[in-house]
């Protein structure tokens, strides 16, 4: 018994769950439920095509006689609304679980370009130093002084005057993309910068050196992988600033256009409704945005506990 239990490791999975971090994770409730929470929301959102009864971006299935159906807990809903309609006449929980699809799309190509930008920059201001280490920080330090919306809003809005409204929705997924990417990157350059800075002057980068590693090997084999943990931690919590920063472009006008609805177009094409009654039309597509940057969040905050070393000593 003892040879055929020898021969058969424990998988990768088995070996996550008996760690501390997936001690942690069992004996955290919050962590439990929020993960669960976020794994329904994503699979709700990735499976939409098969999930939603009606299909929000074709209009043979939209008709404007439907619109402004309530739910169907309220009396003049139709059964086949069961979140009832837009403004537009398209069925509202198909419509969510595309425009969630969405903005978990956004949001997660954004914070992938952002990580991209800052870890590369991260790395060779910390490993390099002297004065690209000062150019590249003076550069974050400028980026900082900016918030993400006011960037974001120049440069969505001088886009959209150069190329036309037209040009601006059928591309509208991409610039957002890139201007919510490209102003987050200093989290990300700053944390790894530090890291660097630490890692470089240990012995193992001396002997990697020794044996003839380039810097490029050197920083991104040895230094970046003692760097994950903070990005981890970072990527979770930009993940929800991401969808936040699209929900709110959107809700401006400068986001997605209402035929490609993402939840932030939806609450701002239904906010001229809410006074007149059809609340639903931005409430519900609301709670949702709530629910999915709360669950975020509260992973982010027990993954950053979890991973810092700090709170685990004595």
């Not at 790395?123 to 918030?147: H, N």
Request: charged share 15%; glycine share 8%.
């Amino acid at each position: 018994m003892s040879n055929l239990s020898e021969s058969h490791p424990p998988s990768f999975w088995t070996r996550i769950w008996e760690s501390n971090i997936g001690y942690s994770f069992r004996s955290n409730p919050v962590a439990v439920a929020s993960l669960m929470i976020f794994i329904v929301i994503v699979l709700m959102a990735v499976f939409a095509p098969l999930i939603a009864p009606f299909d929000p971006y074709d209009p043979a299935q939209i008709d404007i006689m439907n619109s402004e159906y309530p739910p169907v807990w309220i009396d003049g809903s139709d059964p086949k609304f069961l979140f009832g309609t837009d403004d537009q006449g398209r069925d509202l929980w198909s419509t969510i679980l595309y425009g969630t699809r969405l903005s978990l799309l956004i949001g997660l190509c954004a914070v992938a370009l952002q990580a991209f930008l800052g870890i590369t920059i991260g790395l060779l201001a910390g490993y390099i130093g002297g004065r690209l280490d000062s150019l590249l920080m003076r550069l974050a330090d400028i980026q900082l002084s900016f918030s993400t919306l006011m960037v974001a809003i120049i440069f969505l809005a001088v886009t959209q005057a150069m190329f036309g409204s037209e040009t601006f929705n059928q591309y509208a997924i991409y610039f957002l993309i890139v201007v919510i990417g490209v102003a987050e990157w200093p989290q990300y350059a700053r944390t790894v910068r530090a890291t660097v800075l630490a890692e470089k002057k240990k012995e193992y980068v001396d002997g990697a050196r020794v044996l003839g590693f380039g810097p490029m090997r050197i920083m991104v084999r040895h230094i970046l992988p003692n760097s994950l943990s903070p990005i981890f931690v970072i990527s979770t919590v930009q993940v929800a600033n991401a969808i936040i920063s699209e929900a709110s472009l959107s809700f401006l006008g400068l986001g997605m256009p209402p035929s490609q609805p993402s939840l932030g177009s939806l609450i701002s094409s239904g906010f001229d409704y809410i006074f007149s009654g059809s609340w639903w039309i931005t409430a519900i597509p609301g709670v949702v945005l709530v629910i999915l940057v709360l669950v975020i969040n509260l992973l982010g905050d027990w993954m950053r506990d979890v991973l810092n070393p700090r709170l685990h000593k004595g």
